[in-house]
Every structure is written in C-alpha cells, then in structure tokens.
C-alpha cells in the first residue's frame, strides 16, 4: 500500500506558478505509475498529468499541456506538478493518486490523496 499527502495548493493570481507536490510513503513511488486530478466545483473530477514509474514518460490533458510540467524524484519519493501561466479556469482541489498500473482513467488509480486546493483569481 501507499499513502499520499499533497501540499502546495494556495490562491495565485492568473499567470503567477507554484509547485504541489505529493508525498509517498508505504511502498516507493517508483513501484506506481503517479497522476493528478483535479476536480472544480460542481464538475467531475479531471485527469491533468501523468507519469510514468520511472518518470521517463509523461501525459497531460489538453486543457493543461504546455503550462503544467509532472516529475517525480523516487530517490525522496515525491511527485511534483509544477504550475505555470496559470488560469482561472485551473481552480480546483488537485489529487495526486497511484497506480500499478499506466492510466489516465481515476478508476484505475488505486490510492489517492486528501486533495490540496488551488485558487487562481482573474
């Protein structure tokens, strides 16, 4: 098993950057493919980015690519997303989950955060 603890969510101004980072214990992060989700208010919960178990390759979701960077260091057993450009529209409870498994789909991630919250005023 694995419990995850996500950090760094606050409130930012549109186009400022942060970094959230989540951090595993139980089995290393290097036995899990990891990701982030993040769910708005009033809307499903939404995948973001995804990474790979030896952080070689990533995915991210359209809405996020291109501003948003995932990494992990399995050496400290952390993953990070590292926000930039942000946008109000990017507003939500961001979740880092683990899987033994390479998915995009929340349903296939077994283990999961509390969520930390991210507000970006316009």
């Known amino acids: 098993q694995v419990q995850l603890v996500e950090s760094g969510g606050r409130f930012v101004q549109a186009g400022d950057s942060l970094r959230l980072s989540c951090a595993a214990s139980g089995r290393t992060s290097s036995d899990y493919y990891m990701c982030w989700f993040r769910q708005a208010p009033g809307k499903a919960r939404e995948f973001a980015a995804a990474?790979?178990?030896?952080?070689?390759?990533?995915r991210y979701s359209d809405s996020v690519k291109g501003r948003f960077t995932i990494s992990r260091d399995n050496a400290r057993n952390t993953v990070y997303l590292q926000m930039n450009s942000t946008k109000p529209m990017d507003t939500a409870v961001y979740y880092c989950a683990a899987s033994l498994e390479w998915s995009v789909e929340a349903g296939s991630y077994r283990y999961w955060g509390q969520g930390t919250q991210v507000t970006v005023s316009s």
């Open positions: 990474i790979s178990k030896s952080g070689s390759t990533t």
